[in-house]
C-alpha cells in the first residue's frame, strides 16, 4: 500500500507543479487535492481554497493530530533557466516551483494521512489541512481554518526539513519606523534631520541584544532592511521611515520584544502584525521522541511557516531542503519524498 501511494503521490506532485498556485490563487491546485481525496474515498471540506479532512472514524472523546502543509507557492525569481511549471524529473531530482517547498510535504502527508484513514485502531485522530495563503501569511490560510476544523492537541507541519526534527522556530515582526524630524535648508544646516535621528534608532537596532538567549533558536535577530528619506537634495527630510525585520525566538512573545523596543528608540514604530510568534514542542514529547528513536535529528529552524498561527505544539518536519527553498530551478529528489512518506509513517505508528 506504501509503495502505491508513492507513486500517486509523485504523481499527484508533479500536477501540482503544472498549475498556477500563487498565494491567494491556488484553486486549480485545491481542485487536484480535492481529487486525490474523492479518488481515496476520503470525505472531505474545503474553505476558500484550504481543502481539509478528518480520519474516518473520528472520536471526538481522543486526542487529535494535525497534519498540515500548504499548496501556494511564490512566484518563481528571474534566475529560473526552465519553466516553473514544468514537472521535469532528470538524474532523480523533480523540478518545479513548489516541488521543494512545499510540494514535497503536502503529497508526502496526504500519502501518510490516506494511510492511516480508515483504521478504527487508533490511539489519535488525524485532521488534514491543505493550506493557502502560507507564503504571504495571508487572512484565508491556516489561521483562518483553525475555528473550522476540530481542536488540535498537536501538529506536525510540513515544510522541507530533510526530515529532521525542527523543535523550534522563529517568530516574526515587521516594523514600520518612522524617525521625524523637522525640515530645513541643507545650505543653512537649519532644522532638524530625520535621517540622523534615524541612524541613532538604527545603530540600537543593529548592536542591542536581548538578555534572554533561547536554548533551541539563539538570539532574537533584528534586521533593517528598508529605508527611505528625502525628496530633494538641498531640503534637510522631516521624516525618514525605514522597516525592520525581527526574528524572535521562544524565548519572548512578540509583544514583549515590541514592548523593548518601544523603551529604547525614538522613532515611531508601528508593527505589522503581533501574531506571527515562535513554536515549539517540547523534546519531550512522544512525537518527537519517536523521530529521535529512528534516528532523526533536533534543531531550530530560523524560518517561518504556518507554525506560527497554531497555539497548540506543533512540529515542523518533511522532505527536501529548506535552502532550496525559493530559489531558481526549484527541485526535490524523488528519494526525499519516498523517505519522507516511510518516515512519516513510522513516526506516527510509534504513538498511535
Known amino acids: 500500500m506504501i509503495e502505491q501511494l508513492t507513486k500517486e503521490a509523485i504523481e499527484l506532485l508533479k500536477n501540482l507543479i503544472s498549475k498556477q498556485s ?22 472531505f471540506e474545503s474553505d476558500k481554497h484550504n481543502v481539509w479532512a478528518k480520519n474516518k472514524h473520528f472520536n ?17 525569481n528571474k534566475g529560473y533557466t526552465r519553466n516553473p511549471l514544468s514537472p521535469d524529473v532528470e538524474d532523480g531530482k523533480l523540478y518545479g516551483l513548489g516541488s521543494n517547498d512545499a510540494g514535497g510535504c503536502l503529497v508526502s502527508l496526504l500519502a501518510t494521512f490516506t494511510y492511516f484513514y480508515n483504521r478504527e485502531d487508533l490511539k489519535y485522530n488525524f485532521v488534514i489541512v491543505a493550506s493557502a495563503e502560507e507564503e504571504n501569511s495571508g487572512p484565508n490560510g491556516l489561521n483562518s481554518m483553525l475555528k473550522v476544523i476540530p481542536e488540535i492537541d498537536f501538529a506536525i507541519v510540513g515544510e522541507p526539513t530533510l526530515m529532521n526534527l525542527a523543535i523550534a522556530e522563529k517568530g516574526l515582526m515587521v516594523l514600520n519606523c518612522d524617525a521625524k524630524g523637522t525640515a530645513g535648508h541643507a545650505a543653512h544646516g537649519t532644522g532638524d534631520n530625520a535621517i540622523y535621528n534615524a541612524i541613532e534608532d538604527i545603530h540600537w537596532f543593529q548592536t542591542y ?34 522597516v525592520v525585520d525581527v526574528r524572535v525566538t521562544d524565548a519572548y512573545s512578540n509583544q514583549e520584544v515590541f514592548d523593548i523596543i518601544q523603551t529604547n528608540v525614538k522613532s ?19 512525537i518527537v521522541q519517536a523521530g529521535i528513536k529512528l534516528g532523526r535529528e533536533t534543531y531550530g529552524s530560523p524560518t517561518l511557516s504556518d507554525q506560527a ?44
Open 22 to 43: 500563487f498565494s491567494g490563487e491556488e484553486n486549480e491546485t485545491a481542485l487536484l487535492i480535492m481529487q486525490w481525496f474523492s479518488h481515496h474515498n476520503i470525505q
Open 60 to 76: 471526538p472523546s481522543k486526542k487529535t493530530i494535525l497534519l498540515n502543509s500548504h499548496h501556494d507557492t511564490v512566484k518563481p
Open 209 to 242: 541584544e536581548f538578555p534572554k538567549v533561547s536554548e533551541t533558536l539563539g538570539k532574537v535577530k533584528m534586521t533593517v532592511t528598508q529605508i527611505e528619506a528625502g525628496n530633494q537634495h538641498n531640503v534637510i527630510p522631516s521624516n525618514c521611515k525605514y
Open 268 to 286: 515611531e514604530v508601528c508593527p505589522r502584525s503581533l501574531r506571527l510568534n515562535s513554536s515549539s514542542i517540547p523534546k519531550e514529547h512522544p
Open 309 to 352: 498561527v497554531l497555539n497548540c505544539p506543533s512540529l515542523k518536519l518533511g522532505p527536501g531542503q529548506s535552502l532550496r527553498s525559493h530559489t531558481a530551478d526549484e527541485f526535490i529528489y524523488l528519494h526525499e519524498i519516498e523517505e519522507g512518506i516511510d518516515l512519516y509513517i513510522k513516526i506516527l505508528e510509534e504513538i498511535i
